[in-house]
């Protein structure tokens, strides 16, 4: 028999490389997305909870400003005069110790017309008006109204247009200071003019989960101006007396020379 020759052996095969994850790198790249995908998630519901955090609070401070700002205007254009029966201040002392909804009755000067109707029926309005602060329950949000009237018509407290101003006020805090102490009530026509007025007034968002208070001191002039027919008379009085004194003066002299 011929020997068979010996078989030679095949080298080894290269291993293939893989094409595929395995099942634990699977479950770790799912629960690294599952984690990026809720810090992100956190991120973002934090930015625009602080978004509509600010929005609220700037709504609310908005409108508390606003309020109390002109509510201040008007203590500021107060009439003043000799006559006290043309004056008026009135804070009347309403709602509850820590909501309460006080209302402010003025008499200002203003050149701003109350109905506009001079430009058609010709008659003028006068400068001094009825102006009239109160809260009122509009579709159960308390809204800030404000009346104007015409003044020293016989009524004072009524007549006139009232209109809406600034909606959310929740509440209007009215004080007097009569030069030692905040006065929660005050009349004009028995306590005279006061000193100061302070307002403080809170508003909220439309959400209702911010609110905002802001405060203004009105200082008050009781010293009336003085009527330029007054101080014509008196300015002519002085000049009249001292001409006199000066000729008393020079007879005096007179007498002395002789």
Not at 110 to 123: D, F, H, K, N
Not at 125 to 151: C, F, I, M, N, S
Not at 201 to 215: F, H, I, L, N, P
Request: aromatic fraction near 4%.
């Amino acid at each position: 028999m011929t020997p068979q020759a010996p078989a030679r052996s095949r080298p080894p095969r290269p291993r293939s490389q893989r094409t595929a994850f395995t099942l634990v790198e699977l479950v770790v790249g799912i629960v690294i997305v599952a984690l990026l995908a809720a810090a992100a998630a956190t991120a973002i519901n934090q930015l625009v909870r602080a978004r509509t955090s600010a929005v609220s609070h700037r709504q609310a401070f908005s409108r508390a400003s606003d309020a109390a700002s002109r509510i201040a205007l008007d203590l500021g254009a107060v009439t003043r005069d000799m006559n006290l029966s043309t004056c008026k201040v009135q804070v009347t002392s309403y709602g509850a110790p820590k909501q309460p909804r006080d209302e402010l009755l003025l008499l200002v000067r203003s050149t701003r017309p109350v109905r506009g109707l001079s430009e058609v029926t010709g008659a003028a309005e006068g400068a001094d008006q009825e102006v009239q602060y109160r809260l009122k329950d509009d579709a159960g949000a308390p809204t800030l109204w404000r009346r104007a009237d015409v003044a020293l018509d016989g009524i004072v407290d009524g007549g006139g247009i009232a209109s809406p101003l600034i909606g959310g006020v929740q509440s209007l805090s009215l004080e007097a200071y009569d030069g030692t102490a905040w006065k929660e009530a005050w009349d004009s026509d028995s306590d005279g003019m006061p000193h100061a007025v302070r307002v403080v007034v809170t508003a909220s968002s439309d959400d209702g989960k911010s609110t905002a208070t802001a405060r203004r001191v009105v200082a008050i002039d009781r010293v009336p101006l003085t009527p330029r027919s007054e101080e014509s008379t008196s300015s002519s009085s002085s000049s009249s007396s001292g001409s006199g004194g000066g000729s008393g003066g020079t007879g005096g002299t007179g007498g002395t020379g002789q």
